[in-house]
């Protein structure tokens, strides 16, 4: 990432290695403290404080919600994302790779992934009623396009030499894929495989809001309706954490397995 | 078809473009219509599909039937998408100002960069969907809501990506200006912002989708009529075809969404053009 050197614009950071994570803390601190002071001085019954809510978090994790709704939830999410992951590669690699294919594609793939997720959702309960399984597929629905389409982008723009000079060594197939196309692509998939990790949660709630008996969404909504206003903060800082954790174990993996891609090794705070 | 993140690009390796033929234009040409083949495939198989009862027509009705649902019903559809576009457009122009204003200013001051960059990871990843019941409890069912939760969800991608573009400016071309004597309102006008526009042009396509998704998933949730009302409410009434009628118009809403957004984005930043025509197919 290029930093500006010229000072006269932006005042420098102190070169000291735990400078930038310190401030970043920092800057959580003063919104959480904002939060309070912001609670105290409206008070208000709908508005809990910040030190409420995370006692509600703390009853909440220790309490039966945590294996009635909270695992269910992860275990849905990272169902749908694996589902995606696998369905996004493949499908977005073939595509890409047959270019005709991907022409004849192109139209219907832009028309799908514009449609709106949460109509799904309506159509899901139809199609295959209410629980995980409805759950999940809303989840593939949505989280399979980051993946797909940075996979179709990045098998276009595979260097040519590269695949004539596997093709011409007899590398065809499926062998073409995993050992030529797939690493040349892995980058490019794995940026998609984050935005699709970040969109299953998100997704993932708004269908168990509408469609499921158990789950942080349904939690949070059912709280909502039963006026247990700390419960519903507590339901949703949770969620926001499971949300941070996925991001950062994600990051970490990329980081440890990713290294030889300088794309990666460089700054990815973004 | 975007990249979703800022990656660094890659220096051209083609060779320098040489004069095309002109029936190989041509049949260029005769390329951009191949997307049909696709559409076209994808109906027949709906055709088929439902016409021999494989899947219920309660599950899936026949395309005359769709047909018809949308000759009923066009007027409830007609006002649930102006309803929808009223909330998204509102939404989503509040997200684009704070997000350039807030992104450059972050984006440019290194000690303002660390301050939010746990924070913004902590909201990044944030489904804003989880805010509907508290957006619910704290505004009411009104427009002020859905609006407000839309410019929310979609603050994000604009925020993120402009204040990338802000900080990842070329020192060299602010040292060039700075030695040509911009002073720092020229500097900011004339070298930082251009540079921004196209993560700023990136993070609002983004924005685009993530609107939608949160416009409909409140009319979803709040039941506050639009788009998502409609559906729900051929979907409590079992009138399948009405819910695959209101699917496609959203469909589309989202697809010309899209194709504005891109197309602006390549009008107002031809300088982009580079930039773009990698994601393009």
């Known amino acids: ?270 | 078809m975007t990249m979703t993140r800022p990656t660094t690009s890659s220096p051209p390796t083609g060779t320098p473009p040489r004069a095309v033929p002109v029936r190989r234009r041509a049949r260029g040409r005769l390329r951009r219509f191949r997307g049909l083949v696709g559409v076209v495939v994808a109906f027949a198989i709906w055709a088929l599909v439902s016409r021999t009862g494989l899947v219920s027509a309660n599950d899936l009705p026949t395309i005359p039937a769709v047909a018809q649902a949308f000759g009923t019903s066009w007027s409830p559809i007609l006002a649930g998408l102006g309803t929808t576009v009223e909330g998204l457009f509102l939404g989503l122009a509040i997200a684009a100002v704070a997000g350039a204003v807030l992104g450059v200013l972050v984006g440019l001051s290194l000690w303002a960069d660390a301050a939010t960059d746990i924070l913004v990871r902590m909201m990044r990843p944030m489904p804003s969907l989880a805010l509907i019941p508290i957006a619910i409890l704290v505004a009411g069912l009104g427009t002020e809501m859905t609006a407000g939760l839309v410019a929310f969800a979609a603050f994000w991608p604009v925020f993120i990506n402009t204040r990338y573009a802000a900080n990842s400016v070329d020192p060299r071309y602010v040292d060039t200006a700075r030695s040509l004597g911009f002073s720092q309102w020229e500097l900011v006008r004339r070298v930082v912002l251009p540079s921004v526009a196209p993560g700023f042009g990136t993070g609002l396509r983004i924005s685009a989708g993530v609107a939608i998704v949160a416009t409909i998933s409140v009319e979803l949730v709040a039941g506050t009529g639009g788009l998502g009302g409609f559906v729900l409410s051929a979907e409590q009434g079992g009138a399948t075809a009405q819910l695959y009628a209101g699917l496609i118009v959203g469909g589309v809403l989202g697809w010309l969404l899209n194709l504005v957004l891109s197309t602006l984005t390549r009008r107002l930043m031809p300088w982009q053009a580079a930039v773009e025509k990698r994601g393009e197919n």
Do not use: K
């Not at chain 1, 050197?5 to 959580?28: D, E, H, K």
């Not at chain 1, 276009?156 to 590398?171: F, K, Y």
């Open chain 1, 1 to 270: 990432m290029a930093v500006l050197r010229s000072t006269t614009i932006r005042r420098p950071l102190p070169q000291r290695r735990f400078v930038r994570p310190v401030i970043g803390w920092a800057g959580v601190l003063v919104v959480a403290l904002g939060w309070q002071l912001l609670a105290v001085a409206l008070n208000t019954s709908i508005f809990p404080t910040f030190i409420t809510t995370m006692q509600a978090v703390g009853t909440v994790l220790s309490g039966p919600a945590l294996s009635q709704d909270v695992l269910p939830s992860v275990e849905r999410a990272l169902a749908g994302f694996a589902i995606s992951a696998v369905l996004g590669v493949v499908v977005g690699l073939a595509l890409g790779y047959y270019r005709r294919l991907g022409d004849y594609c192109a139209t219907l793939v832009d028309f799908l992934r514009s449609l709106p997720t949460p109509l799904f959702v309506p159509l899901a309960i139809v199609l295959l009623g209410l629980g995980s399984q409805m759950v999940v597929a809303i989840v593939v629905s949505a989280a399979v396009w980051p993946v797909l389409l940075n996979a179709f982008d990045a098998a276009r723009r595979v260097e040519p030499l590269h695949l004539d000079t596997a093709r011409a060594l007899g590398l065809r197939g499926v062998a073409l894929f995993r050992r030529v196309l797939f690493p040349a692509t892995l980058p490019s998939i794995v940026a998609g495989l984050r935005i699709a990790l970040s969109t299953s949660l998100a997704v993932l709630i708004i269908a168990e809001i509408l469609g499921a008996s158990s789950g942080l969404g349904y939690f949070i909504q059912d709280a909502q309706q039963t006026f247990e206003v700390p419960e519903t903060y507590a339901g949703v800082v949770i969620l926001a954490a499971l949300g941070w954790l996925f991001d950062t174990l994600f990051l970490a993996a990329e980081h440890r397995w990713l290294r030889w891609d300088q794309a990666t090794a460089g700054g990815n705070r973004v």
